[in-house]
């Protein structure tokens, strides 16, 4: 016999529908009760149904999506979650942007999202075989674990997990997978869990949902399977996992009916953070698609290296070093050509008219380079500096490529003399009207602007030239 209580579907035990039933996708029900909220800024109508197999986020387990009649829910959660919420804090409160399109006493089918349910049910079942792994074999506790829509993080209180550690952790986790281990998740009261080897303690009001993975009985002290001592040497075979018990510990997600449908388990990366060791791990279909798209990309870059995959590491590393020598030789045939135009231009009559004029009334230069960036102007000033050369006036047009990139105009103006001039004129009548932005101090001041074509970093440095004419000439 089973009622109705708070928006959840209940069994005579307590359970909601998705711990009694989590593989079922569609219900028939009714909507029992229309919030109206603003949720993370945004006006959502929470809707609480007579019956439904959702999930409320909580654990680290994302709420389930779906729909209701064809209007998407967007989101699960607990109403105690809520701020400010006017029903049952115990109701399971879906998520909708309806708009006045429904209301209370409307009957239909409330789908869940399969794709979603399956792929974080594999999260938190794979999580779970992660956390029994490396507590078996190393007594690394499990302190804060994250499922996100790319990878799973695991964080453990530990100061440092060796490779080794992690290899024989991940190994054990996949081992068990083929075993194809019982998971289940259930009720139980403080007496019954005093009989259980949790994995970590748990405080208890009255009865606790708990996951056990492996099938266990408490009068049988049975010898656990070398595999589970860390024994290079053993192996868990599918079918043989009676009175094995991997792992208890306090749960109330979504799982999984056994360690076969999480398929595969993927360490990914390392960080060390605070003190501690964060996991990032891809698990079940997750992992499947990215070794899918990993041995894609091996195959398609070992075609263009002429190299099988075994040798792309020692071809793509020769590759770096031809390139970095490439680069420090294009990095010398630059600052020489740099220094032939400056040489250039020193020697160039007032009246030309390409934007590499002398400055007027000073021995000086300005120059503008068509490709460059900043890292060439200091170069130009260091040069400069080293011809004794008084004054300068230097530009270059730095052109991204990308979509989202933006080009620009890297300017640098130079006066060695005493006094210099004043920059904050320069400052405010040529360079904010045009957008440029920067600064510096005596003798050297840099700075950059937008720019969509070189020929707007020729008219600025035509611009600074002229006003440091008149500066000069006053």
């Given amino acids: 016999m089973k009622d109705v209580a708070g928006g959840k579907f209940m069994s005579q035990n307590g359970s909601s529908l998705y711990h009694q039933q989590p593989y079922t996708r569609n219900i028939q029900t009714r909507i029992e009760a229309m919030h109206q909220l603003e949720l993370d800024g945004l006006s959502r109508t929470a809707v ?8 409320p986020r909580g654990g680290g387990q994302p709420g389930d999506r779906g729909s209701f009649e064809g209007y998407p829910v967007l989101d699960t959660l607990k109403g105690s979650d809520i701020p400010g919420f006017p029903g049952d804090p115990s109701s399971t409160v879906h998520v909708m942007e309806l708009n006045g399109k429904l209301r209370p006493g409307d009957q239909g089918e409330l789908s869940l999202d399969w794709k979603h349910r399956w792929d974080y049910m594999q999260q938190h079942s794979g999580q779970h075989l992660i956390s029994a792994a490396f507590w078996l074999i190393g007594s690394y506790p499990t302190i804060s674990v994250h499922q996100g829509s790319d990878y799973t993080t695991v964080e453990f209180q530990a100061g440092d997990i060796p490779d080794n550690d992690i290899l024989r952790a991940t190994e054990l986790a996949n081992r068990c ?33 708990v996951l056990e993975i492996g099938r266990f009985s408490p009068s049988e002290n049975a010898e656990l399977p070398a595999i589970l001592k860390g024994s290079e040497d053993a192996r868990l075979e599918p079918g043989n996992s009676d009175d094995l018990l991997l792992d208890v510990v306090g749960c109330g997600g979504v799982h999984l009916r056994n360690s076969a449908e999480i398929r595969l388990i993927h360490h990914l990366k390392t960080e ?8 990032y791990w891809k698990i079940g279909d997750r992992a499947l698609e990215d070794y899918r798209m990993k041995e894609d990309v091996c195959g398609k870059t070992g075609t263009m290296l002429s190299r099988p995959p075994e040798e792309i590491p020692g071809r793509v590393s020769e590759l770096q070093h031809e390139i970095s020598s490439l680069k420090k030789e294009l990095g010398v045939l630059k600052r020489r050509q740099l220094m032939s135009r ?35 102007l200091r170069d130009a000033v260091k040069y400069l500096q080293k011809l004794e050369v008084q004054t300068a006036v230097l530009g270059a047009y730095d052109h991204d490529e990308s979509a989202d990139g933006e080009s620009k105009i890297f300017w640098c103006l130079m006066d060695r003399r005493d006094p210099s001039l004043e920059f904050d004129s320069i400052k405010k009548d040529i360079l904010e009207p045009m957008n440029a932005r920067g600064g ?32 000069n000439d006053a």
């Fill in 48 to 55: 609480v149904f007579r019956e439904s197999q959702f999930y």
């Fill in 177 to 209: 997978i083929l075993a194809r281990l019982d998971i289940r998740s259930r009720q139980i009261s403080e007496e019954e869990l005093a009989n259980l080897p949790l994995r970590r303690s748990l405080k208890v009001e009255s009865r606790i949902r």
């Fill in 272 to 279: 060390r953070i605070r003190g501690r060791v964060r996991l």
């Fill in 440 to 471: 510096g101090k005596a003798p050297v001041w840099q700075g950059s602007m937008p720019a969509a074509t070189p020929g707007d970093g020729r008219l600025l440095i035509q611009r600074l030239t002229a006003g440091f004419s008149r500066h």
């Fill in 342 to 376: 400056i040489d250039e231009a020193l020697f160039r009559t007032p009246d030309q008219e390409d934007g590499s004029d002398n400055l007027h009334s000073a021995p000086g230069i300005s120059l503008f380079l068509e490709e460059g960036d900043m890292n060439d």
